[in-house]
T-cell receptor, first 112, second 110 residues
Framework: DTEVTQTPKHLVMGMTNKKSLKCEQH?????MYWYKQKAKKPPELMFV???????INESVPSRFSPECPNSSLLNLHLHALQPEDSALYLC???????????FGQGTRLTVV | KQEVTQIPAALSVPEGENLVLNCSFT??????LQWFRQDPGKGLTSLLL?????REQTSGRLNASLDKSSGRSTLYIAASQPGDSATYLC?????????FGTGTQLKVEL
């Protein structure tokens, strides 16, 4: 099983809302990632967690707040987003950093 | 900073053709390279992983090669089918992260 599950699949939120994206894997992977993908563009890395500790933050604005409560779960908390933050948010996991990455189906986020 | 370019940007072929998708990257200090496919509005599906020490990797009708020193990888698709229609992304791994290429949008017609 190489499944990474993301919820919700679609999310519409206002600029004053607080919402969270959830990502779950049960493959025993110890590295988890958040990527952002704008339309017609390649995915861009946001955060990397390794053994439940944040190891890379690609200078992401503080309105995006990641959390890794345990080795199977990765959250992305959203607050005071802008319309330009509308994108497909992809979660991925791998056995360790530097090993094969597996992606979820993404959450399509629209900020209105 | 790693820069990844994929050529061609788009490709339309009749069913049954053999295809070559190209990927070039600027920083050869990579530990592996992955090829993915992405269907419209969907997530990424891993197709092949090549370790930096390998030259080639095969899975079914797919074959990927890697020339790390020259910063190039190719994905060969044999006997293309309409179900192969998707965007193909290469992603060299370095510095504990993947950097994605610009993608090749493939359409295989009946």
């Amino acid at each position: 099983d190489t499944e990474v599950t993301q919820t919700p699949k679609h999310l519409v939120m206002g600029m004053t809302n607080k919402k969270s994206l959830k990502c779950e894997q049960h493959m025993g992977h110890r590295a988890m990632y958040w990527y952002k993908q704008k339309a017609k563009k390649p995915p861009e890395l946001m955060f990397v967690y390794s053994y439940e500790k944040l190891s890379i933050n690609e200078s992401v604005p503080s309105r995006f707040s990641p959390e890794c409560p345990n080795s199977s779960l990765l959250n992305l908390h959203l607050h005071a987003l802008q319309p330009e933050d509308s994108a497909l948010y992809l979660c991925a996991s791998s056995q360790e950093v530097r090993t094969e990455a597996f992606f979820g189906q993404g959450t399509r986020l629209t900020v209105v | 900073k790693q820069e990844v370019t994929q050529i061609p940007a788009a490709l339309s072929v009749p069913e049954g053709e053999n295809l070559v998708l190209n990927c070039s990257f600027t920083d050869s200090a990579i530990y592996n390279l992955q090829w993915f496919r992405q269907d419209p509005g969907k997530g990424l599906t891993s197709l092949l992983l090549i370790q930096s020490s390998q030259r080639e990797q095969t899975s079914g009708r797919l074959n990927a090669s890697l020339d790390k020193s020259s910063g190039r990888s190719t994905l060969y698709i044999a006997a293309s089918q309409p179900g192969d229609s998707a965007t193909y992304l290469c992603a060299p791994g370095g510095g504990n992260k993947l950097t994605f290429g610009t993608g090749t949008q493939l359409k295989v017609e009946l």
